[in-house]
Every structure is written in structure tokens, then in C-alpha cells.
């Protein structure tokens, strides 16, 4: 062992001890005991070793107390000594002090000390200086003892994974040893590397797979998980494919977990998740490592994908993964999950929908319906008259079917009896069969919408066969006829009493001509019995037509008079021949290929159609917005007059009133000059008829004048009320036009009517609140009245004066301007007629306050909405793939279903 490690594990006082059977303590002692009686005594490497037992005894006082005056070469480990003695003392400021002063050019004890100062900081909770010291290390001596591990634990325990990750990876290049990469999947597998780029893991993943194949597939799933739902989920797919494509194994194993991640990655880029751009130079490379690391069916789907893709973006795969793919597509059976074409069609039709483009949505659900069905579609139809329901009753078993119906009909064996019709939304459940037939004959309520019903029956025909049978209005109704080639095979029936139309047999050669699987075979159905010779005759007409249309259709005979079970069993018997013979399944997936090609060369059509109407739609908004804001300009207007309107005859009232109180109290202060006797008490005589005075005005106020007031108010309420009726009226009109033009829509504008109430109730109280005070008419300090007074109290007693005094009062109140008494009483009369009156332009606003609110909430709306619009206008104009790149994604796929579906070469599958 070297001085260092020996002064590392504090087992420098073996090399004094050796050779000696005492116990080193004593060795040591004796040895101290001797060197002391030399003439220069060294008692330094003794006392450093004793420092070493007393530490191992953990004596920490005894060794602070040799190791403090140790000054020869041993001086800088006396030190670290010294603070690893402090340390476990708990002293840890103290231990710091001494670590840091430590001055050595001793690469091994700087990093002893280094590493007990990362220990001490971890002790005293300073993660900063602990992670600081740590990475130190590791930058200067990474392979010293076990820092690696140490530091490894150090990260994890403190969940600090960049680090954590950034030592992993550099260990990993620096020592390539394999628990370096298992520890970046422990990492990835709890999902905290998406943080980093993905080129950052480029050249561990890189070197892992020159060891380690298995290991490789690990850590490139692992963190491939990690970056799925990240913003650098598409630079992970380019970096990895790339490199992928760059890496040779000598012995490949078979891969387990890469063919499927790559696969997934192939879906999920084609589901219209992206732009084209964006994927197209990320595909070639996913589909070309799919093709290598693939096998069985796997392998024959990621070839149909290659080919499928070379198909819609030629020239951006290398031609020998082209020549692969096409050798393994005519070569290999092909396993088709008509499902998946099925979860195609959805796709199309949400994608569809999501984007307002209207499709025939009942018609995806009946593909949904029939087509992976395991039953065999029978759709059976006739013309007019053929008596073909009644045939369908018979086949089933039981009466179902009207002879009238405008509608599709699926017929079912079930258990019990069911009913429903199929909607947009979903199935609509129907209760009875009267209410079923109810439904038949309301076909007018519903215009041309296609109707479609399900009805389940106990049916032990149905049942055997394992048939379902469909029915819909022929030939005038071509709105069916899409539903009609979803069918395995078409029955049409012939009534033998009926002519036979050529235009039939052109309907049906059309249908053949679209649906070549679909089969056509004829029934001429006999409901009564007749002169056998005119029904041979006629039978023999009808089959030589069948001949010369159809010459490969079978022809059954059905007649409601001979045995139904031989008859019914002659038909089954041919059907299940023809149905074994056939290969139904890939006739259907062939089927739903072409189905789902019509949809999506439909919807590319209905491109400029939905720009078209985007475009209509946002003149109509614009329109509203200007006709509403015209509208609100109106109502502003209306406000204003009927606001000056009701306002000015308010007005009137208060003038009215003023003009009456200014005549008639002068009046009634004048005719109070009878109450003025020659007998009076002229001394009082100014007083009393003040009060007589006072009495007079009051009585006429509330007597007279109140109820006249009153009156005036309720009239001009009234009046008042035919304005407002007149401008509710006016909004009602100009909303019943809006809404003809607009029906989307309805706009209704009510005025507040609240505000007439309130009015009412206002009146009441303001005519029954009003006061007035009494007046001083005859006690102020008018000469004319001083004089009255004066005289009064003067020559009053006297009686030949008193008639003098009588004339002057009746001379006095005859010629009195009492206008300053009238006006007074005018100004208390009206002061809350004042506060009434400001009032009523608010209270009018408040009436027009809904009309206003609901005009402005719509233009604000529809301002949005016209700005919606106007930016997915923009965006088509400038990003037109915005519309076609789904589609174009869609038919990618569509694509790829058709590889597999090459003649000869299907082997279908349903889960």
C-alpha cells in the first residue's frame, strides 16, 4: 500500500508497528518514550500516528491534540485529520475552516478534502456548495474511488436530473460501460428528460448500440415516450431516424418494442395532426427503419405504408426500400382489419363536420352498420305494385312491413321486438309498431331527407340463414340508391300480374355497372291464383326479360298458394351456395375502399363550395352588423323624440297649472272681501282674514286643483304610454323583418314597459304629498296694508268708522295684485313637479335600455364572428393544404388499405 493510501485510511502508524506483537498503542508509546531521549528528538510521525489510533478509538479530543502541531511533510494531512476529527465532533464550521485552509500540491489529498467538504455540505444542508463541489470533482477526477456513484446518488436522492442526466451521459461516452445507459432509461421510463433536446442524446444512443443491441431498443423507446407529447417531438423523429438509418449491426436480434413505436409514430403523423410539410421529410425515414425492424404482419403493413406513400409523394424513398416493399406485397398475404378502414371513414366524417362541411352522415353509419357486419346483407326491393313487403312478411315470417314505405328499413332477427330510426344524432327509439307504421306515412313532414329504420324481429328464417335484409323505395328515389350498394346481393321482386319496365333493368344495370360484387337474382312473387295459362304466359314474359338483362341471375317462383317452407327453403338453399362460393370479405373491404374514395373526391369538390359559403356567410354578418348599426342609430333617434315629446307635454301640464293658479287665487283672494262686515272687530280683522284667506287657497288646492292635476297626469300617462307603444311597435316590426331575412338569427328587442308604473305610482304620491304653507297675505309690510292696520286698531272702536274702514279693506282687496301671493304658491305647488320632470328622461332611456344592450351584444358578436371568419378566409387563401393536407392524409391511408387489397393476395382479419 502507498504512504497516500495509507494516509487516506489513517493506517500510517502500521508502517512504526510492524513487526511487533504489542498493541500499537503501545508500540507507539515505547517509541515515543525513545525517541524523547535523543538529543534532538522527531516526535512528529509518532504523534501523527497516535492521532491516527485515537481517531479509530474514536478519541477526537486525543487526536485534535497530537495532530495540531504536526509540522513536517505531514503537516497538510494533519490538517484534514484534524478537520475530519472536528467533523465528528459535529464542529462542522470549524472542520470547514481547517479543510479550506489546507495548502497542498497533493492532487490526492485536495480531493480527500474535497470530497469530506461534499459531505460536510450535504451534513449541514448547503445543496448549493455540495452540487458545486460534486461537479468540481467530477471535471477534475471523475475515476477517483467511487465519485461517480456517489455523485449518481447524491442527484437522484435530490431529484436533480439535469445533472443527474448530464453525468449519465458523459460517463456513459467516457467509459462506455452499460449501467450508464440503463440508468438514462430509469430516467426516461420516469419522464424527466424531455427537457433537453434530442440531439443532446444523439451520440449516447449512438455508442449504446455498439454494445449493446437490446440495451439500444431500450433507451431509444424509453426516451422516444418521453418526447410524445413535447414541443421537440418532430426533431426526436428526424435526429433518431436519421442516425437509425446510419447504424449496422454485424447479428441483428429481433426487435421487440422499435417496430411498433415506429409505427405508431407513422399513424400519428398521418392523422392530420400536422401539415404536410412538416411531415414530409420526417416520413421516408420512419417508413424505411419500419420496413427493416418490422416482421410478420407488421412487416406486410409497413410495405403497404412505403408504397402507399411512394404512390402520393414519389421520388422520396430510396428505390430499393420501394423494390422491398412491392417483392413483400406480392409475395405475402395481407392481414386487413376492416375496422381500421371503418375508423377511417369516422375520421373523415368528424374531420367533416368539424370543418361545417355537410355530408351524409346517416350514410357513414349505415357503412359502419353493414359492412363489418357478419351477417349477410339481403336488400330486396321491387318496383310499385310488386308487392315486395308483402314478399319481405313472408320471408321473415311475421306482418312488419305497410305495402307503403318511403323509407329504408332494416329488418333483423332478435329476441324481441325493437324499433328505432336512425338520426344524425343517433338512434331515435320507436315504442309500437303503430306508431312504426305512423312514421311510414309521415314522410311528408320530413321534405327529402333520407329516413332509415331498424327493426328487430324474432325470425327463425332470418336466424338460420344469418341474413339481414334491407328494403328502400325503388326506382324513382335515387337519394337511396348509395344505400342500395352496400348490399352482398340484391333480390328483386317481380310481380307476375305487373308489366315489366326496361327502365328498371337499367336502374339495376346502373347499380351493377357502380357495385360489380353485388349480385342481382329476381323472385316473381304470385300473391293469388289465376288461370294457370295466363300465369305461365305471363311467367314466361317476365323470365325471357330476366334473360336478355340478367342471363346469369337466378329466378325464384314464389307463390302465396303452394308450400312456404319448400319455397323458402329452395331460396336459403341457393343463397347459402352463393355466399360460400363468394369472398365476401374482400368484396366489402373492396367495397368500403371505393366508398371512402367517393367521400374524399367529394369533399376535395366541396372545397370551393365551403370557401364559397365561408364567404357568403361573412357578407351576411357584415350585412347584420350594418343593418344593426343602422338600427341603433334609429333607436336613438326614437329616444330623442319621444323623449322631447313626452317631456314638452309634461310640460304643458305644469304650464296649464301655473296659468290657473295665477288667475284663479288673485280671484279667490278678492272674493274674501265679503268676509269683511261693517259689525268686524277691525282691530283683528287683518288676522282673521289672513286665516280666512289661507283656508280659502288650501280648500281650493286640494279641492279643486289636485284632482285636476291628477287627472292631467294620468292623461298625459296615457298619452305618454301611445309613444312608447308606438316605438315598441316600430323595433317589433323592424325585428320580425330582421328575422325574415335572418333566420339564423332571431332578434328580439323588448322595451322596459316597468317604467309606466313607476310613473303611476309617482303621480299618486305626488299629488297626495303636496303641501302648502301657510301664507303671510295680510301681515307683511305693504304701506297699503300698514295703513289697513294701522287705522283698523286706530278707529275700529268707533263706530261711525267702521264703515269707513269697511270700504277701505273692500276697496283694498278689489284692487290688490295678489301675483306675488299666486306665484309663491305656483313655486311651492310645482317644486315636486320639478323633480318629476328631470327624472323622465332617464326613466325613457332606461325603457330603450334592453333594445340598446341586445343591438350592441349582437354587433360585438357578430364583429367577432366576421373576424373569425375573415382570418379563416386569410388563412385558406394564404394555407390552402390547411384544407386539402387532411384529406390528402386521408387518402394516404386509403391508399395503403387499397396495397393490401392486391387480387389473390387478401387475408382478412376482423377483431
Known amino acids: 500500500m502507498t504512504l497516500e493510501k495509507k494516509l487516506i485510511n489513517k493506517s500510517y502508524y502500521e508502517g512504526l508497528t510492524m513487526d511487533r506483537e504489542e498493541p500499537p498503542i ?68 470549524t472542520a470547514e475552516s481547517i479543510y479550506k485552509a489546507v495548502l497542498s500540491d497533493s492532487e490526492l489529498l485536495n480531493t480527500e478534502i474535497s470530497m469530506q467538504l461534499f459531505a460536510l455540505y450535504i451534513e449541514k444542508g448547503n445543496h448549493d456548495m455540495a452540487q458545486h463541489t460534486i461537479k468540481s470533482l467530477l471535471a477534475t477526477n471523475p475515476d477517483y474511488a467511487n465519485m461517480t456513484m456517489l455523485a449518481k446518488a447524491y442527484f437522484e436522492e435530490n431529484e436533480n436530473w439535469e445533472d443527474a442526466i448530464e453525468l449519465a451521459v458523459n460517463e456513459g461516452e467516457r467509459t462506455n460501460s452499460l449501467k450508464w445507459y440503463e440508468a438514462l432509461v430509469q430516467y426516461a421510463k420516469i419522464g424527466v428528460i424531455a427537457e433537453h433536446e434530442p440531439g443532446y442524446f444523439m451520440e449516447s444512443i449512438r455508442s449504446v448500440s455498439e454494445l449493446d443491441q437490446r440495451l439500444f431498443e431500450k433507451l431509444s423507446t424509453a426516451i422516444w ?40 409514430a407513422y399513424l400519428h403523423l398521418i392523422s392530420s395532426a400536422y401539415p404536410i410539410k412538416e411531415i414530409r421529410g420526417l416520413v421516408p425515414a420512419i417508413l424505411s427503419n419500419l420496413l427493416v425492424t418490422a416482421t410478420n404482419n407488421r412487416l406486410i403493413t409497413a410495405a403497404s405504408a412505403v408504397l402507399a406513400w411512394n404512390e402520393m409523394f414519389p421520388g422520396t424513398l430510396a428505390t430499393d426500400i420501394i423494390s422491398t416493399s412491392e417483392h413483400l406485397i406480392n409475395n405475402a398475404e395481407a392481414a386487413v382489419d376492416l375496422t381500421e378502414i371503418m375508423q377511417l371513414l369516422e375520421s373523415i366524417s368528424n374531420w367533416a363536420q368539424n370543418n361545417d362541411i355537410i355530408i351524409d352522415k346517416k350514410f357513414s353509419q349505415k357503412v359502419v352498420e353493414q359492412i363489418p357486419s357478419e351477417s349477410h346483407q339481403l336488400l330486396i326491393i321491387g318496383s310499385p305494385g310488386s308487392g315486395v313487403n308483402s314478399c319481405i312478411n313472408e320471408l321473415v315470417g311475421e306482418t312488419l312491413l305497410s305495402e307503403d314505405t318511403n323509407s329504408l328499413i332494416s329488418i333483423q332477427d332478435q329476441d324481441y321486438l325493437e324499433m328505432a330510426e336512425v338520426t344524425e344524432e343517433g338512434a331515435r327509439p320507436i315504442d309500437t309498431l303503430s306508431d312504426f307504421y305512423e312514421e311510414q306515412l309521415s314522410h311528408a313532414r320530413y321534405g327529402e331527407d333520407t329516413r332509415i329504420f331498424h327493426l328487430y324481429a324474432p325470425s327463425a328464417f332470418l336466424h338460420e340463414n344469418n341474413w339481414a335484409i334491407t328494403t328502400l323505395p325503388f326506382p324513382h328515389q335515387e337519394k337511396y340508391a348509395d344505400y342500395a350498394l352496400l348490399a352482398d346481393s340484391l333480390l328483386f321482386v317481380i310481380n307476375e300480374r305487373s308489366l315489366f319496365q326496361s327502365s328498371d333493368y337499367e336502374r339495376l344495370l346502373d347499380w351493377k355497372e357502380k357495385a360489380p360484387h353485388l349480385t342481382i337474382q329476381f323472385l316473381i312473387y304470385a300473391d293469388e291464383a289465376e288461370n294457370e295459362k295466363v300465369a305461365t304466359k305471363r311467367l314466361q314474359k317476365a323470365t325471357a326479360a330476366i334473360d336478355q338483362y340478367f342471363p346469369n341471375s337466378a329466378v325464384f317462383l314464389y307463390s302465396k298458394e303452394n308450400d312456404r317452407s319448400i319455397q323458402l327453403n329452395d331460396i336459403s338453399s341457393f343463397y347459402r351456395r352463393h355466399f360460400a362460393e363468394r369472398n365476401l370479405a374482400e368484396e366489402r373491404t373492396v367495397k368500403s375502399i371505393a366508398i371512402v374514395q367517393d367521400l374524399l373526391s367529394s369533399l376535395f369538390e366541396k372545397r370551393l363550395e365551403m370557401e364559397e359559403s365561408l364567404y357568403t356567410t361573412l ?22 323624440e319621444k323623449t322631447r315629446t313626452i317631456v314638452n307635454s309634461f310640460e ?10 295665477m288667475t284663479e287665487i288673485p280671484k279667490i283672494l278678492r272674493d274674501c272681501k265679503d268676509f269683511v ?3 268686524s272687530d277691525f282691530g283683528k280683522i287683518h288676522i282673521e282674514l289672513n286665516d280666512k284667506m289661507n283656508s280659502e287657497i288650501d280648500q281650493y288646492v286640494h279641492k279643486t286643483l289636485l ?71 295680510l301681515l307683511r309690510l305693504k304701506p297699503s296694508q300698514v295703513l289697513l292696520k294701522s287705522a283698523g286698531k286706530l278707529f275700529g272702536s268707533i263706530p261711525q268708522n267702521k264703515k ?23 313655486d311651492a305647488f310645482l317644486l315636486q313637479f320639478d323633480f318629476y320632470e328631470n327624472g323622465l328622461a332617464g326613466d325613457i332611456h332606461i325603457f330603450f335600455s334592453n333594445p340598446y344592450d341586445v343591438l350592441q351584444k349582437t354587433i360585438e358578436d357578430k364583429n367577432v364572428e366576421i373576424h373569425e ?13 390547411m384544407f386539402h393536407d387532411p384529406l390528402r392524409l386521408f387518402e394516404l391511408r386509403l391508399l395503403q388499405y387499397d396495397w393490401l387489397t392486391s387480387p389473390g393476395k387478401l387475408s382478412y382479419s376482423k377483431h
Open 707 to 777: 284632482p285636476k292635476v291628477y287627472d292631467r297626469i294620468n292623461e298625459w300617462i296615457r298619452l305618454s304610454q301611445e309613444q312608447l307603444n308606438e316605438s315598441q311597435h316600430f323595433l317589433n316590426e323592424l325585428c320580425e323583418g330582421f328575422n325574415g331575412l335572418y333566420e339564423e338569427d332571431q332578434l328580439t328587442l323588448q322595451c322596459d314597459f316597468s317604467i309606466l308604473d313607476d310613473w303611476k305610482r309617482d303621480a299618486r304620491r305626488l299629488t297626495n304629498s303636496i303641501k302648502i304653507d301657510k301664507a303671510n297675505i
Open 677 to 679: 262686515k261693517e259689525d
Open 619 to 640: 357578407r351576411m354578418y357584415e350585412e347584420i352588423v350594418s343593418k344593426l348599426s343602422g338600427a341603433n342609430n334609429q333607436l336613438s333617434d326614437i329616444e330623442v
Open 652 to 661: 304643458d301640464i305644469k304650464d296649464t297649472t301655473t296659468r290657473e293658479i
Open 804 to 826: 269707513m274702514l269697511h270700504t277701505r279693506y273692500h276697496k283694498y282687496l278689489e284692487t290688490e295684485d295678489f301675483t306675488e301671493v299666486a306665484q309663491n304658491i305656483v
Open 225 to 264: 415516450a418521453n418526447y410524445e407529447n413535447s414541443p421537440f417531438y418532430l426533431a426526436w423523429l428526424r435526429d433518431f431516424n436519421q442516425l437509425f438509418q446510419q447504424l449496422h449491426w454485424e447479428e441483428v436480434e429481433e426487435w421487440k418494442e422499435l417496430p411498433e413505436v415506429l409505427e405508431n
Open 26 to 93: 503501545e508500540v507507539l508509546g515505547q517509541l515515543y518514550i525513545a525517541e524523547q531521549r535523543k538529543n534532538v528528538p522527531d516526535l512528529t510521525s509518532i504523534r501523527f500516528a497516535q492521532g491516527e489510533l485515537y481517531f479509530l478509538v474514536h478519541d477526537y479530543e486525543s487526536a485534535i491534540f497530537k495532530w495540531e502541531n504536526i509540522a513536517n511533510e505531514l503537516e497538510p494531512w494533519a490538517k484534514k485529520n484534524l478537520a475530519d476529527a472536528y467533523m465528528e465532533l459535529g464542529e462542522l464550521s
Open 869 to 881: 371568419y375573415q382570418e379563416l378566409l386569410e388563412r385558406l387563401k394564404n394555407n390552402p393544404e
